[in-house]
């Protein structure tokens, strides 16, 4: 099995910025896509950024720009860098991460098979 180990989030006004990370272990070999979701208070949660072994992205609309993942396998771990943070930023971001192989990232985002516990970001206005 993979667990995952989120870290990063704080207090931060708009404007500023925070870099999240996410370390994996176990049986990560089968591993291809991780990546960022965020859930705020009464909404849905949506995906923030994806990444697979091979480095292809996927972004939200929203975050584009301003928002950069990246990822070393060697170490198994993925970073989201958020600049310009806005307040509609504020939610709870969690890793996560799927062993399926793709070209389509729908087929890679809908079997997200492993989660770590959120980190809180708060952009204050």
């Known amino acids: 099995q993979v667990q995952l180990v989120g870290s990063g989030g704080g207090l931060v006004q708009a404007g500023g910025s925070l870099r999240l990370s996410c370390a994996a272990s176990g049986t990560i070999f089968s591993i291809n896509a991780m990546g960022w979701y965020r859930q705020a208070p009464g909404k849905q949660r949506e995906l923030v950024a994806a990444?697979?072994?091979?480095?292809?992205?996927n972004y939200a609309d929203s975050v584009k720009g301003r928002f950069t993942i990246s990822r070393d396998n060697a170490k198994n771990t993925v970073w989201l860098q958020m600049n310009s943070l806005k307040p509609e930023d504020t939610a709870d971001y969690y890793c996560?991460?799927?062993?399926?192989?793709?070209?389509?990232?729908?087929?890679?985002?809908?079997?997200?098979?492993?989660w770590g516990k959120g980190t809180l970001v708060t952009v204050s206005s």
């Open positions: 996560a991460a799927g062993r399926v192989r793709s070209t389509r990232w729908h087929d890679l985002l809908s079997h997200m098979d492993y």
């Open positions: 990444i697979t072994s091979g480095g292809s992205t």
